[in-house]
Nanobody, 117 residues
Framework: QVQLVESGGGLVQPGGSLRLSCAASGFTFSTSLMSWYRQAPGKERELVAGITNTERVTNYADSVKGRFTISRDNGRNTVYLQLNSLKPEDTAVYYC??????????WGKGTQVTVSS
């Protein structure tokens, strides 16, 4: 059974940091493309960052470049998202996604990040 379990969200003040984790199981993590998305209230879900399997090539949304960092540990079947210099507009539910083939992808249930003073 495929599982993606996000953790690490919470309430943080503007300028603060969080580290999100996504623990994966039930599929071959090391060969999968991993991504983080987010969805704010009343808005569509958007791509935040992605990372390839072996080469670990990364890509980021313009709105988070220089502030967020995606990484992965294939030995732990976990993908991370380091969030620095957080802004109120970063408030959203953050989701982990695994793409295991051209046709197949899986989503986690999300973790809430709230940036507020």
């Amino acid at each position: 059974q495929v599982q993606l379990v996000e953790s690490g969200g919470g309430l943080v003040q503007p300028g603060g940091s969080l580290r999100l984790s996504c623990a994966a199981s039930g599929f071959t993590f090391s060969t999968s493309l991993m991504s983080w998305y987010r969805q704010a209230p009343g808005k569509e879900r958007e791509l935040v960052a992605g990372i390839t399997n072996t080469e670990r090539v990364t890509n980021y949304a313009d709105s988070v470049k220089g502030r967020f960092t995606i990484s992965r540990d294939n030995g732990r079947n976990t993908v991370y998202l380091q969030l620095n210099s957080l802004k109120p507009e970063d408030t959203a539910v953050y989701y982990c996604k695994a793409r295991t083939s051209f046709w197949t992808e899986y989503w986690g249930k999300g973790t809430q990040v709230t940036v507020s003073s």
